[in-house]
């Protein structure tokens, strides 16, 4: 097997991973590593091979999964949300949503209402 197919196999296996576990709020790299059986380093560098940083790409999924329960949960407080969507707290999340919209949870939720 090739190197470039090795690593592509690599990688679709790392961003499996990522996906399936990103709602765990303790999930890091470590635990891709031991799952793998390759060093956080290694798994870093792969990922900086198609351009990507473990954790933005871990805070995106995450972003992505609280606007949705943002969308179809309307009687759950932000806070058990962020936690749901695997955010360690609300603050963290406020800090990535804001990021990614440079907007407040509070004026998206009023502008999607």
Not at 52 to 81: A, D, G, H, P, W
């Amino acid at each position: 097997m090739s190197d470039l197919i090795k690593r592509n196999s690599l990688f679709e296996q790392i961003i499996e991973i990522i996906d399936n576990n990103f709602k765990d709020n303790d999930f890091s790299l470590k635990n891709i590593g031991y799952k793998v059986g390759f060093s956080t380093k290694t798994i870093q560098n792969i990922l900086l091979k198609y351009n990507m940083k473990f954790y933005s790409y871990l805070q995106s999924k995450r972003c992505i999964e609280f606007e949705y329960l943002i969308s179809t949960n309307k009687n759950y407080n932000l806070e058990y949300l962020a936690v749901a969507a695997g955010f360690k707290n609300l603050s963290a999340a406020k800090r990535e949503f804001y990021k990614k919209h440079q907007s407040t949870i509070k004026k998206y939720i009023e502008n999607t209402n």
